[in-house]
């Protein structure tokens, strides 16, 4: 194997372990974006902090994993506000205060031009010193043509072309960086959704088109979404205008009869093992994918990054190591309830504060408040307790706040109306009975505060669209009740009136059936004036029995430990070093 090429020690400890045991099994752990934290804003919404919370476990848990990504040098995009509508600015921010950057350097060829890819790093530490290498790739490299520096500047940004010249990075040039660094001989490669799956392309490259078996046996493919617009599909055209021939040919012998390149579907028949991410997106992702080898293992989140101070303060009292155990947290059942409503009223205290700092508007800190945040999507339904305000008023006003946060995708237009609406419509459709206030450049942090703050998370997606959904997974943590559609976590989650409340009936729908969406915001609106509202007000002690249920029920289980796991025990065939 090759050896370290540099004195810094980034990385060494796990390819130490590699080069001393032969039989020491390793994971590359490939994602187009990954949060780790709000100073690295190399995300833009679930997908990549769940990345980032399944390396943090892996590290705490001991597993030999090596996340791979880009660097993004303009993120994702900050959101500001124009006349109501959202515009977006480049995100600054400097890798140097964040990253090391290693001498390695591959190149790739992208229109028969040589492109240089260099590599950053951050290593995550765990609880018991065990240390996962993070890389980012990165083309704004001195000698590389200004066109070429950009291609790592965007999260999700450019036109078709653009992203092709990404995934193209991402799968070909992580595999050379992870080469050059001196990982030889990596036994699994986890595909974090398709945009990864040029680097099966590689490996068939590397090895010869006759080991495709070979290949095959190394791969891992995790499935995130039903909705089509996150499977990426490329033409012959541009795949032979952008690819290099050599491997524009290895393609199509690939992929012989695709009229165009999808990525997931490469992904799909190039990996050993496929899971969804939910069992009802588990059991919609073989139909849609046509397969029954879909395998499922629910998300979850890493416990200790997302639970707030005054709650971890309170599980340490009662709950000794439930750090690196969020199973433990099960024995939150025997925590007195007035002492998790205390915990939970100083961390809304700082969540209203923040809010009159960031908006002006002062939020009353005992009037039920409901938050609602994550990307603006339609199927989402961020506006739909505003298609009958005369009725959300009659039954929450006086009773209730809102607050909403999230950002709709730049070329997403109906998005950007839902946020027209929630930011500058709202105040004047529901008047001042029903304050409602938004906040602006959802981030990493905005959300620690959110979901540790509220006193109740509100999730309303169209079904069955949403595949998982890890924001309510986090405010379990915290020991707030989720009030949600059965879709996604939630037909999991859910003990009705035990760790939350459920809106609308059973998710029988498939992905393309249409349903009456008024039968959920009537139910959402009925049952938030005849059950949750009386709970919260006149029923305190069963209020605070529905947080220990959730934190108890939910917490101990949607946890990326969990997840790691079970990846370890049913994908990757290996057994966490941290056990």
């Excluded at 001196?182 to 040029?198: Q, V």
């Excluded at 190039?270 to 992702?285: A, L, P």
């Excluded at 540790?452 to 169209?462: K, M, T």
């Excluded at 529905?546 to 796991?565: D, E, L, P």
């Amino acid at each position: 194997m090759q050896k370290m090429v540099y004195g810094n020690e980034i990385g060494h400890s796990l390819l130490y372990m590699m080069e001393q045991d032969p039989s020491f099994r390793t994971v590359a752990y490939f994602s187009m974006e990954i949060g780790l934290k709000a100073s690295i804003p190399t995300y833009a919404g679930g997908l990549g902090v769940l990345a980032g919370d399944i390396l943090k476990s892996a590290a705490d848990l001991g597993v030999p994993m090596a996340g791979m990504t880009l660097l993004y040098r303009k993120g994702y995009f900050r959101q500001v506000f124009e006349d109501c509508s959202q515009t977006e600015k480049p995100v600054e921010w400097d890798p140097e205060n964040e990253l090391t950057l290693l001498p390695n350097e591959v190149t790739v060829m992208i229109e028969q031009r040589v492109v240089k890819v260099r590599v950053w790093c951050h290593e995550i530490q765990g609880l018991a010193g065990f240390t996962v290498p993070v890389y980012f790739l990165d083309t704004d490299v001195e000698g590389n043509t200004p066109e070429d520096r950009e291609l790592t500047w965007y999260l999700y940004g450019g036109d078709e072309r653009y992203r092709l010249c990404q995934e193209i990075i991402l799968g070909s040039g992580g595999l050379r960086i992870l080469r050059d660094l001196g990982f030889g001989n990596i036994d699994d490669y986890h595909l974090n959704e398709g945009h990864a799956a040029f680097l099966l392309l590689e490996l068939i490259r590397e090895m010869g088109y006759e080991y495709y078996e070979k290949v095959k046996g190394k791969g891992i493919f995790t499935t995130h979404t039903p909705v089509s617009a996150g499977h990426d599909y490329f033409s012959w055209d541009l795949i032979n205008k952008v690819m290099h021939p050599s491997m524009a040919r290895r393609l199509r012998r690939m992929m012989p009869e695709e009229q165009n390149i999808s990525m997931t579907e490469i992904a799909l028949r190039y990996s050993r093992y496929t899971n969804g991410v939910s069992k009802k997106h588990t059991e919609v992702s073989r139909a849609m994918l046509k397969s029954d080898d879909v395998d499922c293992i629910t998300n979850g989140v890493h416990a200790f990054s997302w639970v707030g101070p005054e709650m971890s303060a309170l599980f340490s009292k009662y709950i000794q190591g439930w750090e690196n155990a969020p199973e433990r947290l099960v024995q939150a059942m025997y925590i007195p309830v007035e002492e998790i409503r205390t915990a939970h009223s100083e961390a809304k205290k700082r969540l209203l504060e923040f809010v009159e700092k960031k908006t002006g508007k002062k939020l009353e800190g005992d009037r039920l408040t409901i938050g609602f945040a994550r990307r603006v999507a339609h199927y989402k339904r961020a506006d739909l307790i505003l298609r009958d305000t005369d009725r959300l008023v009659r039954a929450a006003g006086g009773k209730v706040q809102f607050i909403f946060a999230g950002k709709a995708h730049p070329k997403d237009n109906p998005g950007k109306e839902t946020l027209k609406k929630l930011l500058c419509e709202a105040e004047n459709m529901v008047g001042t009975d029903v304050p409602i206030v938004f906040l602006e450049d959802y981030d990493m942090d905005m959300a620690a505060l959110l979901v540790q703050g509220v006193d109740l998370w509100l999730n309303n997606p169209i079904r069955p669209r949403e595949a998982s959904g890890t924001s309510g997974m986090k405010c379990a943590l915290n020991g707030v009740p989720n009030f949600s559609i059965l879709d996604g976590w939630w037909v999991e989650g859910c003990l009705e009136g035990v760790t939350g409340w459920s809106i609308g009936p059973a998710p029988m729908e498939a992905i393309d059936d249409h349903y009456d969406e008024s039968v959920d915001l009537d139910d959402l609106l009925e049952k938030l004036e005849k059950i949750v509202i009386p709970t919260f007000y006149d029923s305190p002690d069963e209020w605070g029995r529905v947080m220990r249920g959730a934190i108890a029920i939910n917490g101990s289980y949607f946890n990326t430990h969990r997840v790691v796991r079970e990846y370890c025990e049913r994908a990757y065939g290996i057994h966490p070093r941290g056990l």
